[in-house]
C-alpha cells in the first residue's frame, strides 16, 4: 500500500491535523533517519527527492537536523537511526552514508543469497513464537557476510562487502525509519510523524 497516492493522501491528512486553529501554515518535511540524539532531543534526515514513494530516493545532501517537538504529545514512536540509504541487489551495490565525511559511499557487493516475496511477518524475518521481529543485520565476521531485511523491497539478501567495510557497525548497514516532519522555522519540528512505524505502511 505504500503508494503515491497514499503517501500525499495521508500527508495531507498529517498536515491538515496540523494546521487546525493555525492562521499560519507551516512547511512539510520528509526523510530517512541517520541520527538520533534523545538527549539532545534532535533528529538528523537524508531527504527523499523522488517523485514516486514506491521507489524513494534518499539522495539530497546536507543532511538536516531538527530539534524534536516540545510537546511530546506531538511525537510519534523514536526513529531508529540507520546509515543504508538503498539496496540495489540487482545491480550488486548498496549505499551508505558517512556521516564522517557527510557524503554517500556507494559499495559494491557479491550477493550470497537472495530470497524475494519476504514479508513482515515471514519467519525468517519474524519469530512466531515469541512475536517479536528478528534481529537485522547481521554481521557474520567468519563467512564475510552481512544479512539485511529490506521491509519495503520484501527482500532479504546475504551478501559479502569489500572486507575494509566488515568493520562496520551492524546499525551502519541498517535503514533508518522514514520520518515525516511539520515545522515552521527551520530545524524545529512542530510535530514529528514516524512514518515507517505507522500501521499503513506495515502492511
Known amino acids: 500500500m505504500h503508494t503515491r497516492l497514499v503517501t500525499l493522501a495521508s500527508a495531507a491528512l498529517f498536515v491538515a491535523g496540523l494546521l487546525t486553529g493555525c492562521v499560519e501554515a507551516g512547511k512539510v518535511d520528509q526523510g530517512r533517519t541517520v541520527a538520533f540524539d534523545k538527549d539532545k ?47 540495489d541487489a540487482d545491480k550488486g551495490r548498496i549505499v551508505l552514508y558517512d556521516p564522517e565525511k557527510r557524503a554517500f559511499d556507494t559499495i559494491p557487493i557479491q550477493i550470497v543469497d537472495r530470497q524475494d516475496g519476504i514479508d513482515r511477518k515471514h519467519p525468517l524475518v519474524h519469530d512466531p513464537a515469541t512475536g517479536e521481529d528478528r534481529p537485522f543485520p547481521q554481521v557474520d565476521t567468519n563467512r564475510k557476510t552481512v544479512t539485511v531485511y529490506s521491509g519495503r523491497q520484501k527482500m532479504l539478501v546475504t551478501f559479502q562487502p569489500p572486507e575494509q567495510y566488515l568493520s562496520l557497525p551492524a546499525k551502519a548497514w541498517e535503514a533508518g525509519d522514514e520520518i515525516r516532519v511539520y515545522y515552521k522555522d527551520q530545524g524545529v519540528a512542530l510535530r514529528l510523524m514516524n512514518v515507517s512505524r505507522t500501521d499503513i505502511f506495515k502492511k
Do not use: C, F, W
Not at 67 to 80: F, H, Q, T, V, Y
Open 41 to 87: 532531543r534532535t533528529v538528523t534526515i537524508i531527504r527523499d527527492k523522488a517523485a514516486d514513494a514506491a521507489k524513494p530516493e534518499y539522495s539530497v545532501l546536507p543532511a538536516v537536523t531538527y530539534k524534536l517537538p516540545a510537546n511530546p504529545a506531538e511525537m510519534g514512536p523514536d526513529p531508529k537511526a540507520g546509515l543504508r540509504m538503498q539496496l
